[in-house]
């Protein structure tokens, strides 16, 4: 072909090309990307998806189109990068959050180029379920300054975005990168007004809100936050941990919004530990991470190699962190709401579970979310690693490095599928442990060693040293425990097991946990074994009436001994007990059966009452109530449900509650009976008899008084 012919196709070629791009910028609306993701809002200090599911965004920043763009005209490097960032298949790093920061120029000048350069670096992450951050940052590489705040023009090109992606759920908005030298008085109007600007285009887009100082300190917002709703907050943790943890108030801003640390790297501002104490402090309370930054230059970088992908020690961990963090659930592909199940981020396996399986778990470096023992618990935000967990004996699979001198506790959960809980003839557990742990079946409490306190706290230390079988002074073998007693609490489909593993002291030169559950399953056709004839239950009452009522008749075992194995379940013959009506105590005039040897003989009293109930499945709620001087434990079918002015597991008979508590008539200071909503515990009732079973305990074996007066009622759905 001519030389003249070949400049004649390209000039061409070129023209068409700068066509296609301009007719491109004309639009408010990119081409069509990838599938849907879901719509994400804020509920409460979460972020959550259309379902109502938690989600955390963990990701990392990328190239800079705000000033890469000046010299290059390219984004060959992003369409290598995010796929690599975001991939899901060997090799990827599984980020769910791409941030992206722009420039108002272009976007304001609808810089046909640039514009499309953005849509297709969205597409890419939104290819493999990420979403995109679009942070305002210009910059001027001549003078090397950022604007001090937002002005007109960032406010102009977020909306212009806004309205760019307003039917794209993948993209999310940031008002700046790194606002500095401004105080939130001034930055406050100017960010209520961005909102505004892209919300009149977006009515469902999530903003995050920078802080002041480099956009480090978000705490303004809890006195005075932008007055706005979905809003997330957002700060770039440039700091050492120390200065984090001293001045940033993070912790505290989390329990009240959703909180996204949008920039922090390993480098000269900020140490290795640093980073990794801040990404444990950021799984421990939830909140959504992007570090910077995912390339070979501006650093502190997580790569060495921009076209091989190889990591810096401080791309490691965030490589690392990202690959054990759970995905993002997918949403329905219809216009219906997904079902709200609970995720399962760790794999959700058949019994046994064996040393070495995957669980999440949380550092005790604070108190846990509330229901944290439950089923339902969205666990998501933990780490997850293979047990044992801990540090110093050479029985950890998942090494606590940082535990020693830092946290005391460490919380654990595996969930686990049983299909046909009726098929359950044992159930054991066993641990091997240094100091101590409480463990829960479904959020019930079903074993424990060396620990006391319902729950104890997460500072709460072990009662004394424990080895574990591998420990380095006294190793001693792992504790066995028989739970068939509370194969009842199992479920069809997903069950949990939680536990909590507690230390001796902080300086503990170790640490273990490493638990196993094991079961047995009846053969095809087995009968289950009837329970032991016992004394008559209280026959079944009408649905949604008192099951138990003040002043009926109770079995009763003084405690000048331990009572018998098993005293609390429902096989126990109780028929060699005493039996009388309650209340059962002396010296307060509330007492229907008297107790006139106790003082001065015996400290405690142990009562049971069967009842009946027609069909567990009708009732919403329980309800005990009890009117006692001076403490008990209450146990519902063998487990414990209640307990108050006491500790032990379980108390032995000899054991002296605590402080003094005076029955509601009691001779001085007298307290109302305590109500305990037993709700949670309705799993453990079955069709036909239960039973309630209390042990009592005085102050001293010469107190002038003991009440036990207890009363169990229930509604139906």
């Not at 997330?232 to 108030?249: A, T, V």
Request: charged share 20%; proline share 8%.
């Amino acid at each position: 072909m001519p030389e003249s012919s070949r400049m004649a196709l390209t000039v061409l070629g070129v023209c068409v090309f700068a066509l296609v791009l301009a007719l491109a910028g004309l639009s408010h609306t990119p081409k069509a990307l990838a599938a849907p993701l879901s719509w994400l809002h804020v509920d409460g200090n979460r972020i959550v998806d259309e379902s109502g599911r938690a989600v955390v965004l963990r990701g990392a920043n990328v190239d800079n189109m705000n000033w890469e763009w000046a010299y290059s005209q390219s984004v060959s490097y992003e369409r290598r990068a995010i796929p690599k960032l975001t991939g899901k298949g060997p090799g990827g790093w599984r980020a769910t959050l791409v941030a992206l920061p722009f420039a108002s120029g272009p976007v304001n000048s609808r810089d046909t180029a640039y514009l499309s350069a953005l849509d297709e670096m969205v597409s890419l992450g939104k290819a493999n379920g990420a979403y995109t951050l679009l942070s305002y940052r210009s910059w001027d590489p001549d003078t090397d300054q950022h604007p001090r705040m937002p002005d007109q023009a960032a406010q102009d090109a977020l909306a212009a975005l806004a309205a760019r992606y307003a039917g794209e759920p993948a993209v999310l908005y940031a008002l700046q990168m790194e606002p500095h030298d401004v105080t939130w008085g001034e930055l406050k109007p100017r960010f209520t007004s961005m909102v505004d600007a892209i919300r009149a285009k977006n009515p469902r887009a999530l903003i995050a809100v920078p802080g002041t100082q480099w956009s480090r300190y978000i705490h303004y917002a809890l006195t005075n936050p932008v007055p706005r709703p979905n809003l997330i907050y957002k700060s770039n943790p440039w700091d050492y941990w120390e200065d984090i943890e001293s001045d940033y108030q993070l912790p505290e801003v989390a329990e009240r919004f959703p909180v996204l640390l949008g920039e922090f790297g390993a480098g000269s501002m900020m140490r290795l530990r640093d980073v990794r104490l801040l990404l444990d402090l950021a799984e421990e309370h939830g909140m959504s991470w992007a570090g910077w930054i995912f390339h070979t230059k501006m650093c502190p970088c997580m790569l060495t190699n921009a076209e091989t992908f190889d990591v810096t020690p401080y791309g490691a961990e965030v490589k690392a962190r990202l690959q054990a963090a759970a995905p993002i659930p997918t949403p329905s592909p219809t216009s219906t709401p997904a079902p709200t199940a609970t995720p399962v981020p760790v794999a959700v396996t058949n019994l046994p579970i064996r040393a070495g399986d995957l669980w999440r778990y949380r550092k005790g470096t604070s108190e846990p979310s509330a229901g944290w023992k439950g089923l339902a618990f969205d666990d998501s935000a933990w780490f997850s690693g293979p047990s044992g967990f801990g540090y110093g004996d050479g029985d950890d699979a998942t090494v606590l490095s940082d535990m020693s001198g830092r946290y005391t506790s460490t919380y654990i959960r595996k969930k686990f599928n049983v299909p046909d809980p009726a098929s359950v003839a044992s159930l054991t557990l066993t641990v091997d442990y240094d100091d101590g742990f409480v463990a829960y079946l479904n959020g019930v409490e079903v074993a424990r060693a060396n620990v006391s306190g319902t729950p104890p706290a997460y500072s709460g230390l072990a009662l004394s040293n424990h080895e574990a079988s591998r420990g380095d002074t006294s190793p001693q073998p792992a504790a066995v425990f028989d739970l068939t007693g509370y194969a009842g609490l199992l479920v069809r489909g997903v069950n949990v097991l939680v536990i909590q593993g507690h230390n001796r002291d902080l300086g503990s030169s170790d640490f273990s946990l490493i638990p196993s559950l094991t079961a047995t399953f009846k053969s095809a056709g087995t009968p289950t074994p009837a329970p032991a004839p016992t004394s008559t239950s209280t026959p079944a009452p009408a649905q949604g009436s008192v099951h138990i009522r003040e002043g009926e008749v109770w079995r009763y075992f003084k405690g000048t001994s331990g009572p018998p194995a098993a005293w609390n379940s429902l096989g126990l013959n109780d028929s060699g007990w005493s039996s009388g009506p309650s209340g059962l105590g002396y010296g307060d005039g509330d007492d229907a059966t008297v107790l006139s040897d106790m003082s001065g003989g015996y400290v405690s009293l142990y009562i049971r009452k069967k009842f009946n109930v027609t069909n567990p499945a009708v009732l919403g709620s329980l309800t005990l109530k009890v009117d006692y001087d001076d403490g008990f434990v209450a146990y519902l079918n063998g487990v414990e449900v209640a307990r108050a002015n006491i500790t032990g597991n379980p108390p032995a008979h000899t054991y002296r509650a605590p402080l003094e508590h005076e029955a509601s008539r009691g001779d001085t200071s007298p307290e109302p009976a305590e109500v305990f909503d037993l709700t949670p515990y309705l799993r453990l009732l079955r069709a036909g008899d239960n039973v309630l079973a209390i042990q009592g305990h005085n102050k001293n074996i010469t107190s002038s008084d003991f009440s036990l007066i207890p009363s169990l009622s229930s509604t139906v759905r």
